[in-house]
Nanobody, 124 residues
Framework: QVQLVESGGGLVKPGGSLRLSCVAS????????VGWFRQAPGKEREGVSC????????YYADSVKGRFHISSDNAKNTVYLQMNSLKPEDTAVYYC?????????????????WGQGTQVTVSS
């Protein structure tokens, strides 16, 4: 059994912060590239960050660089996405995904294992 479960979403005011968690079961997450993606209504799912996916270890989309930070805790088999200075345009369902071979900017087609998503809403 392979499972990824996201949590930590919710409603936050512009400028606020949230920390998302992605917990893996059935496999050791540290052997995989792990990506965070988001999808707003009517828009394509887009990659926002990944870890263990490049020679620099992490990647951030330009839209979130300097505001979001990805990290991992092997003992907890968990990857986190710390989101700061949130903007209304960050509103989306956020997904984590994993793959053994994904490399570079996270693309949906490179990831085989997906969580169920967690809603993030940034609004005053």
């Amino acid at each position: 059994q392979v499972q990824l479960v996201e949590s930590g979403g919710g409603l936050v005011k512009p400028g606020g912060s949230l920390r998302l968690s992605c917990v893996a079961s059935g496999f050791a997450l540290h052997y995989y590239a792990v990506g965070w993606f988001r999808q707003a209504p009517g828009k394509e799912r887009e990659g926002v960050s990944c870890i263990s996916c490049s020679d620099d270890s992490t990647y951030y989309a330009d839209s979130v660089k300097g505001r979001f930070h990805i990290s991992s805790d092997n003992a907890k088999n968990t990857v986190y996405l710390q989101m700061n200075s949130l903007k209304p345009e960050d509103t989306a369902v956020y997904y984590c995904a994993a793959d053994t071979a994904a490399w570079g900017r996270p693309e949906v087609y490179n990831y085989d294992f997906w969580g169920q998503g967690t809603q993030v809403t940034v609004s005053s």
